[in-house]
């Protein structure tokens, strides 16, 4: 077994490790399955790559993107060492070819998602390698409690049958207690020695601003900074509108979204990279793998929608330890957004139960019957057969995967995209015709922002009804169009495949999903208004809060972030700190009535009077049936 110190320096040159790495290095290459809790930046992937390195054998590792796979692999490769992803590109052929290479080449890492792990073949032939550990990365998307829960990872455990007694470590940058309990549980690793990182992150200076004006205080922070950037959006179109707003002020953006083509993302990225564009703009698919030492700045113009979210994408700013700002801008608008977005992913046991019955119908399946056909589905023509919104559609195909009662593949489709490209004098020329394809080009311009500047994704269906014609003959004017250089049109490659696990027995289905959906919903609500409260508890420095949530205690301010800079620059009010030991007192007692909070803080109710009223005026405590003061959980 090689020196794990010596392997350090000459692989990674680094002098030393940091914070519990080799902690958890020399435990996982002793044999001991391990749960690792560092936080974004912590280095986390020397926690497998280097004790897998330091013993014989191939080390498997579990992870939710390509992107995240691709990465690694290349960076592995760049130190001379054979690592291998298997993708959704391979086909049967290819896949025989890389185990065959894995087995027999020299390989040390083999990169594969949960979902490719449930493929025969795959398991078959990881049952004939010399596997001597196996990570699981982004552990916490086995935790319907977590922020990115993703099925496939409940059924990794299959790996225990096929190479049992393989140490394991499971690995997550975020994972409140109750999501670190799932992991242990699920991935059965009741032994396993923990080993945390703290969340405290010193370098960060954390602000969150209301105002009015989000896009000039946008540019205005970009102004005056000169280093690499991040702005998180809401949406998709988002990321085109203010990358043309910057771009516009002369600041250089591009934008990343995960309706993009994959090359298209990897030229943004490596213009961002490479500092020819300081500024990405991105949805929160610019996320796990993305890890550029000097970004400065990380602004959101959208309200995440949880604590663990917000804290790895903030994250990405500062990794080189040097003071990093990250800003938050936000009005009351974001606020109704961020909950319209979350009642759009919601979606109740009874719409699911209907929208299983419409599945079933779609094929014609009746009662107590199960198919074996493996049936090709458009989702989209689906969602305008039955008029069900989209996205409604997309979660309950989730929650009915989950629960095994369907196989749903979504890795392989993508959306139909245009781009148009004949000048603005040709465009109203063909707007001036009465036909259909100047009713097409009307109603595309009207309903796609940016569909100038880059390929946007519509849906032909959607189309079809606005202009009230058959699809056919939408697909038909678009492909005219792009035989006269109007447009470029790429239709979409629908590989979406649908198999139904059990015979068709909607009550039993509706029995199965009800529990487990309701309480995803309860999580989802909660996590919202924690970052609601975040946002609007301007009494108690960011870091105690941001910490606090995540079970760690910062007993001083960090004296840096927005709160304890007001703080500072008012002064210490009377008011400050009476809401302050009142939030303080309330985070210990499940509950006090103002006579006990009198008599806790030995202050008389007229001092207490006007900081309640405020703490509930802002959410931030709430008043029960018995008339008592609470901190709503």
């Known amino acids: 077994m090689s020196n794990a110190l010596d392997l350090l320096k000459q692989i990674w040159g680094f002098n030393s490790f940091k914070g519990q790495q080799e902690a958890v290095v020399n435990s996982v290459a002793q044999g001991f399955d391990c749960f690792v809790l560092l936080p974004t930046g912590g280095g986390k992937s020397i926690c497998y790559q280097l004790p897998a390195l330091m013993n014989e054998g191939v080390c498997i590792v579990i992870s939710p993107l390509i992107a995240l796979m691709q990465d690694q692999v290349s960076a592995l490769q760049e130190k001379g060492i054979k690592a291998i992803a298997l993708t959704s590109k391979l086909n049967r052929h290819d896949t025989i070819i890389a185990f065959d290479n894995v087995m027999h080449g020299g390989y040390k890492f083999l990169y594969l998602s949960p979902e490719k792990l449930q493929s025969e073949l795959i398991q078959e032939k990881i049952a004939q390698l ?3 550990l196996i990570a699981i990365d982004e552990a916490h998307c086995i935790s319907q409690w977590g922020h990115d829960f993703r099925p496939a990872y409940l059924k990794i455990p299959v790996l225990d049958k096929l190479l049992p007694n393989t140490t394991k470590i499971a690995l997550t940058a975020t994972a409140t207690r109750s999501v670190q309990q799932d992991i242990i549980k699920n991935l059965k690793l009741d032994q396993c ?3 945390k990182g703290s969340y405290l992150r010193e370098n960060l200076i954390i602000q969150i601003k209301k105002t009015e004006d989000i896009r000039n205080n946008l540019i205005q922070l970009l102004q005056n900074n000169n280093e690499p950037a991040i702005v998180y959006v809401g ?7 203010i990358a043309r707003l910057l771009n516009a002020n002369h600041l250089k953006t591009c934008s990343y979204h995960g309706g993009m083509k994959t090359d298209e993302k990897e030229s943004a990225l490596a213009l961002w990279k490479e500092e020819q564009i300081k500024i990405m703009v991105a949805t929160n ?8 030492a ?3 700045m990380v602004i959101h113009l959208f309200i995440p929608n949880s604590l663990e979210n917000f804290i790895q994408e903030i994250g990405r700013a500062g990794r080189d330890d040097k003071p990093s700002h990250t800003v938050m801008l936000y009005n009351e608008n974001s606020i109704l957004r961020s909950k319209e977005m979350k009642e759009a992913s919601t979606l109740t046991p009874e719409l699911t139960k209907t929208i299983y019955q419409k599945l079933n119908d779609y094929y014609q399946i009746v009662t107590g019957e199960q198919p074996d056909e493996v049936f090709d589905f458009d989702i989209q023509d689906f969602a305008q057969a039955y008029r069900i919104p989209y996205m409604k559609v997309y979660y309950a195909l989730m929650y009915l995967e989950q629960e095994d009662i369907i196989i749903y593949d979504h890795k392989g489709q993508r959306f139909s995209r245009v781009k ?3 000048s603005s004098k040709k465009l109203l020329e063909i707007q001036k015709e009465n036909h259909p394809k100047s ?18 994704n519509i849906n032909e269906t959607f189309l079809a009804a606005r202009l009230n014609v058959d699809k056919a003959m939408v697909i038909k004017t678009l492909n005219q169009m792009d035989h006269d250089k109007v447009l470029i049109y790429e239709k979409s490659k629908i590989n979406y495949n649908l198999r139904f696990l059990w015979p068709r027995e909607d009550n039993f289905v509706y029995q199965s999903i009800r529990g487990h959906i309701n309480s995803r919903n309860k999580a989802k609500e909660q996590k919202l208004k924690s970052v609601l409260r975040f946002i609007h508890n301007d009494f108690v420095c960011r870091q105690i809060q941001l910490l606090k949530y995540f079970d760690e205690v910062l007993e001083k301010p960090c004296g840096r972030c927005d709160v304890c800079l007001n703080k500072k620059k008012r002064g210490v009010t009377n008011y400050f700190e009476v809401s302050n030991k009142i939030i303080t ?4 007692n499940p509950s006090l009535s103002l006579n006990e909070l009198e008599g806790f803080l030995k202050m008389d109710k007229k001092t207490l009077v006007k900081p309640l009223h405020l703490l509930r005026e802002k959410g931030l405590i709430a008043l029960n049936l018995q008339n008592k003061f609470y901190i709503e959980k």
């Open 585 to 588: 007192l309330l985070n210990k």
């Open 235 to 241: 949406t998709r179109k988002q990321t085109i509108d």
């Open 130 to 132: 010399p596997v001597n």
């Open 439 to 456: 009713r097409l080009l009307e109603l595309l311009l009207r309903s796609y922002g940016g569909i100038f500047d880059q390929f946007i």
């Open 193 to 195: 020695k923990s080993f």
């Open 420 to 422: 148009i490209i004949e």
């Open 294 to 296: 000097n970004v400065r």
């Open 285 to 292: 698919a610019f996320g796990m793998g993305i890890d550029k």
